[in-house]
């Protein structure tokens, strides 16, 4: 499956929050895209393409209306909602009754990849039984092994010098934060043909650490 394209869009009613998530978007190597001073979140929906996701400030309630989601549903534009403070729950349960990814800032740019491909991923319908696994990209290019089940694996290769590893391993995480590992040689490194990944995968214990 080919990388998907498009703008990001972030909602905040705060400068240097928007400023913030918008470094994160470049480092995924994706395009940051603003509301304009004084813009309704709505209008600057319809004003920014081609739009892949909109990221939403837990403190920007023009955004969180079940309006503004059904017009992004509606345009197969995929949600994410971030919090810098500690007084979100109202837009945390907006979020979840929306089935919509949420992270917090700071947040580790590899689980910021993650949530932006959730959130590009949710206008697909994903058949649950698959015959076999596939290997696709996420929208910032990570490798990305879909099971039988529909589930999502992002692949990070840890080598000894990553502060993380205590060996070298090939990192297979969920997007709710699982994490499978395989101990691999070089030669299994420089493996990334489909099958190889899968049978990788599928060999792949749980994280101890």
């Known amino acids: 499956m080919a990388r998907k394209s498009g703008k990001v869009l972030i909602l905040s009613p705060h400068v240097m929050t928007a400023a913030l998530v918008g470094w994160y978007v470049e480092l995924a190597k994706l395009e940051p895209a603003f509301a304009g001073p004084g813009e309704h979140p709505a209008d600057a929906l319809a004003r920014v393409k081609p739009l892949l996701v909109v990221l939403i400030d837990a403190e920007c309630e023009e955004a969180i209306s079940d309006l503004f989601a059904a017009r992004a549903a509606k345009r197969e534009i995929g949600i994410a909602m971030f919090s810098g403070s500690v007084d979100d729950?109202?837009?945390?349960?907006?979020?979840?009754?929306?089935?919509?990814?949420?992270?917090?800032?700071?947040?580790?740019?590899?689980?910021?990849?993650?949530?932006?491909?959730?959130?590009?991923?949710?206008?697909?319908?994903?058949?649950?039984?698959?015959?076999?696994?596939?290997?696709?990209?996420?929208?910032?290019?990570?490798?990305?092994?879909?099971?039988?089940?529909?589930?999502?694996?992002?692949?990070?290769?840890?080598?000894?010098?990553?502060?993380?590893?205590?060996?070298?391993?090939?990192?297979?995480?969920?997007?709710?934060?699982?994490?499978l590992r395989a101990a691999l040689s070089d030669a299994e490194f420089a493996a990334r043909e489909p099958d190889a990944l899968v049978e990788q995968l599928a060999r792949a214990v749980a994280a101890t650490s």
């Open 89 to 179: 729950e109202n837009a945390r349960d907006w979020a979840r009754r929306h089935s919509l990814p949420f992270f917090k800032l700071p947040v580790d740019l590899e689980a910021f990849g993650r949530v932006l491909d959730q959130a590009a991923r949710q206008s697909e319908h994903r058949v649950s039984d698959r015959r076999r696994a596939v290997v696709e990209r996420a929208v910032d290019g990570t490798l990305m092994v879909v099971d039988q089940t529909g589930h999502a694996w992002y692949v990070y290769d840890r080598r000894g010098g990553d502060r993380r590893a205590g060996g070298a391993y090939r990192a297979f995480v969920r997007a709710d934060g699982v994490e």
